[in-house]
């Protein structure tokens, strides 16, 4: 099995079928809840915008890393959301519908902000992109195929469907979901495993060390400002999961600049094994007698 295959076709589909999974435990009535309290949507695109690409340049101050592969690292922290930190709130029981909305955010804006700033980091770094330019319509268009419409698609069955088979089939389809996810990062770690750098390597201690310090960021901020704990792990998500496919997309047809493209790839694919490892750690907590979990986050 093609790795591109996997990546262009298997991925998407996986993604899609969990975002519509996902629309089955929404209603309208959580999204209008969630602009009714505006201080979590704008903390949650404010640590995206502009927390995600300080942290990069702190890293890339801090680790020896090539032009090339810094590049690469500045430019997974222009392009926060996606339908895997959709994914990853469903999951972990976060606020589903904040998490959309902030990356339905991130969709809109991540034309105008990316081009502008990466151009900056190229010229920074040494490095030159002539006609540097992100297509505005295919990526909202890519994110509105594997996200929006999804979701809005489970949405409108739950509506078709009875109370008591909806609270029958959740947790399985849940399960289902979260299984496939898992059995695609494993068939893309394969997939990719040629084009990789060495999984002991700089790029590999940069690209976790952004996942980690993000994840943290977000967390520590949305704790500090008292949010229900749903919308922490929202957040955490939302700020510590990057959308990958978009910056290897800037790399490797934009810029035409594949050796910038190696560390999204890689990030795409180990950004996983924080997030795993923090959401088993949640679900594990939920699991505990409430006297133990009562302020948990």
Known sequence: MSADWLSQVALPWVLA???????LSLTGTDFARTWRHPRRVLLGT???????????WA????????????????????????????MFSYLVQGDLALSVTLTAIAAVLAPFTLPLIMGWN??????TALGFSLPYWHTVGQLLLVTLLPVLAGMLLRRALPAAWRERVLPAVKGVTGVAMITMVVALFVGHAGRL?????????AVLLLCLSSMTLGHM????????????RAITVEVGVQNAGV?????????????????PLLYGLLMNVPVFLWMFTCLWRDRR????TARRY
Request: proline content about 9%; aromatic content about 2%; cysteine-free.
């Open 197 to 205: 750098p060495a999984l002991i390597s700089l790029e590999t201690l």
């Open 59 to 86: 890293l890339v101050l801090l680790l020896p890393l090539s032009p090339l592969a810094a590049a690469g690292l500045l430019l997974v922290a222009l392009v926060p959301g996606g339908a895997t930190s959709n």
């Open 122 to 127: 190229l010229e920074l770094l040494g490095l």
């Open 46 to 56: 404010a640590l995206q915008l502009l927390a995600l690409p300080l942290l990069a």
């Open 221 to 232: 901020v949305a704790r500090r400002l008292r949010l229900p704990h749903d919308s922490v």
């Open 17 to 23: 079928s969990v975002m519509m999974a996902m629309g």
């Open 247 to 263: 910056a290897m997309m800037v790399a490797f047809a934009l810029l035409q600049q594949p050796a910038i493209g190696l560390v």
């Open 289 to 292: 007698p409430v006297s133990a």
